[in-house]
């Protein structure tokens, strides 16, 4: 337990200053970081020919977002298909199938990294440095920068809104926050990252596959093929960006890419780093420093309550080894070099954050341990993805202000501006769609016979096809597996589920946020709602709970807690 608590003050003690950071990045006020990286930013600028100081609305903002992102998936769609002939692919690697490919670019896209593919073996390092490892940078960088326009456009204290030249109010400038997401947050912290991973011996080589001679020949193999390839960078920004996913299909669970304790502990800081330093930058960026410690407490609140029953969990033993060995901690599927603990609260921190990546199978976790990973993703608000987990934070907040404000008899408000019908219509939206994609989704592939291909029957068999939709809607990537997941089926309706995740809960809330700007502030009064209280704290986390549970306790049901039960029995 004293490792847990270490890692959890480390990483809080790590993105303070981070945060404060962000914070001078994105402030208005000249820095000495300007003439560090201007010049730079300013060749960016150029190159790809944009205004880096036009002010934009939302739709402005919004159409910049989906136009990169598109242009990107298409350049990563063709290099995935046609890798065979392209250079740096000294293992021969052959294309991916048209399916499996739209399927690895929306994942990619959308900073999620669900892999229905082994890295190792179907990716050259053309594919793995050329188009994973650009959408690794730029997706949680375009997070940063959508968060970063909400939060000076509604949630800033100042006496004026900025406008366009059309008049429309303006959220900044897309490529401004982007470009500086990436060349002052991404790559710094990325590339500290990778020295410290290639130092505790991750590989970090153009070199082929190695192929050696295993020392017991019991096992019957004259040789065997060790994929390599420089896998630290790789590593380190799929763990910092909240992609997920790894170099190998097991991630971190494989020596090569985790060899350490010292590594694991990187690694594992490294998931909740960024998300946890947003959460300081909100607070020095808004000068709403109350606001950002409500946040914070109940982002910590919810990931020690769920962490809390992984851990306890994944202590207990496995019921399926009743009576074949000593009691001991459920070490099924796990790396025995970091131990059930470890491995919970990688568990843990990797749904909490929309990470993804793993250094243990999820699959045979204990089925309450199963149920805490996929609260996570339900709520999908504790910490979350870089930029995206705050937005959703700050839905929540909003909704817990009109429901706050109606159970004590005063107008909705949020700091002085009305939430009206159209404000809540934008939240309903961007939470209402996860309920009904994934559970939509999930009755679809079960009520199907063959659709599915899982490997399990009855109530491990819902919940891993429940898992693996509740993983791509999150933007998450981690899977139960136990799915034949590289089917037209899944690859097509995960794509679905991925691309809607992402971008509906990142337009939505950036319209809310330039409608609240748009109107009137009435001063605050003792008859106004105050957000910036424990007791407020109190309601929103409550109605982050109760939302998660109306909306996903009847599968919960019938998945883990049914397995849960039955075991017991």
């Known amino acids: 337990m004293n490792e847990v608590l270490l890692i959890y003050a480390a990483a809080l003690l790590l993105a303070w200053p981070l945060g404060r950071y962000l914070a001078a990045i994105y402030s208005a006020t000249p820095t000495a970081l300007d003439q560090v990286f201007g010049p730079v930013e300013w060749v960016i600028y150029r190159a790809i020919g944009v205004d880096p100081l036009a002010p934009m609305s939302w739709k ?18 063709v290099i995935l298909v046609q890798q065979g002939w392209l250079p740096a692919n000294p293992d021969g690697v052959e294309g991916m199938s048209w399916d499996l490919a739209l399927h690895t670019t929306a994942s990619f896209i959308t900073n999620t990294n669900q892999q229905h593919y082994s890295g190792q073996a ?12 650009s ?3 730029i997706t949680p960088a375009a997070g940063i920068a959508a968060l970063v326009a909400i939060l000076r456009t509604a949630f800033t204290q100042r006496d004026t ?17 982007l470009v500086r997401a990436i060349v002052r947050v991404m790559l710094p912290v990325a590339f500290i990252t990778a020295l410290l991973l290639a130092w505790q011996g991750v590989p970090n080589t153009f070199m082929g596959a190695r192929t050696v001679t295993p020392l017991d020949s019991s096992a019957g193999l004259v040789e065997q093929r060790i994929p390599v390839g420089p896998v630290a960078p790789m590593v380190a920004i799929k763990q910092l960006g909240t992609n997920g996913g790894g170099w190998y299909g097991p991630n971190s669970s494989v020596p090569l890419e985790n060899p350490t304790p010292v590594s694991n502990f990187v690694e594992t800081i490294a998931i909740v780093l960024i998300p946890m330093a947003l959460v300081f930058m909100a607070g020095y960026l808004t000068g709403r420093r109350r606001l950002a410690i409500l946040v914070m407490g109940v982002m910590l609140s919810l990931s020690a309550l769920l962490t809390g029953i992984n851990i306890w969990s994944e202590n207990q033993p496995n019921a399926a080894f009743a009576g074949l060995a ?12 970091f131990g059930a603990t470890a491995t919970a609260l990688w568990g843990s921190f990797t749904t909490q954050t929309s990470n993804g990546s793993v250094n243990g199978m999820h699959d045979s976790f204990n089925p309450l341990g199963g149920a805490a990973t996929l609260m996570d993703m339900f709520i999908n608000a504790t910490f979350g993805g870089v930029g995206v987990g705050l937005i959703n934070f700050l839905l929540f907040l909003l909704l817990a202000v009109f429901l706050g404000s109606l159970m004590v008899g005063r107008s909705p408000e949020v700091y002085g501006r009305a939430l009206e019908a159209r ?14 994609l994934i559970l939509g989704l999930t009755a679809t592939a079960v009520a199907i016979p063959g659709l599915a291909q899982n490997s399990n029957p009855g109530f491990h068999g819902l919940s891993q096809v429940l898992y693996e939709y509740t993983s791509a809607f999150a933007n998450n990537g981690s899977g139960f597996e136990g799915l034949g997941d590289d089917t037209v089926w899944w690859n097509l309706s995960c794509a679905v589920a991925l691309i809607l995740g992402r971008f509906i809960p990142i337009l939505a809330p950036l319209a809310l946020a330039a409608h609240l700007a748009g109107k009137r502030v009435a001063p605050m009064t003792l008859g106004s709602l105050a957000v910036e209280t424990p007791t407020f704290a109190v309601l929103t986390l409550g109605v982050i709970l109760m939302f998660a549970l109306l909306s996903f306790f009847p599968v919960l049901a019938l998945g883990p807690v049914a397995e849960f039960l039955s075991l017991a029995n």
Request: charged content about 15%; hydrophobic content about 55%; overall charge negative.
């Open 60 to 77: 402005a903002y919004g159409k910049a977002l989906l136009k990169l992102h598109l242009i990107i998936a298409l350049i990563a769609l």
């Open 122 to 133: 179907q990716l050259s390092y053309f594919a793995h440095l050329v188009a994973i490892v």
């Open 135 to 137: 959408m690794q940078v």
């Open 161 to 177: 809104t900025a406008s366009t030249p059309e008049g429309a109010v303006s959220v900044g400038n897309f490529h401004a926050d």
């Open 326 to 337: 000593a009691d001991g901690p459920n070490l099924e599927g796990k790396e025995v070099r």
């Open 423 to 436: 404000e809540i219509k934008l939240i309903c939206i961007a939470l209402l769609i996860q309920p009904l």
